[in-house]
């Protein structure tokens, strides 16, 4: 797993995550991690497979007619 250090934090920012990781009763680097995944993926967040199917759905669908190639590759050279 990466690391990550962060330089140059004003002390009163420390505190403050200190102090917020003991109110959710977490370390300061758990709470650290847990305010940088909640920034990076957010609850709301739109997913574009999600908003697709959901458009799909709202016009009855689409059937595809997907088959399979069923002919056999041929190895590539490298000549």
């Known amino acids: 797993m990466a690391a990550l250090t962060v330089r140059n934090l004003p002390e009163e920012t420390r505190r403050a995550l200190k102090v917020r990781a003991a109110r959710n009763g977490r370390s300061t680097e758990a709470e650290v991690r ?36 069923q002919i056999p590759t041929e190895p590539a050279t490298f000549e």
């Open 34 to 69: 847990e305010i940088l995944e909640q920034a990076v993926h957010p609850a709301g967040r739109v997913r574009i497979g999600s908003e697709l199917a959901a458009l799909g759905r709202r016009f009855g669908g689409v059937e595809l007619d997907i088959a399979r190639d």
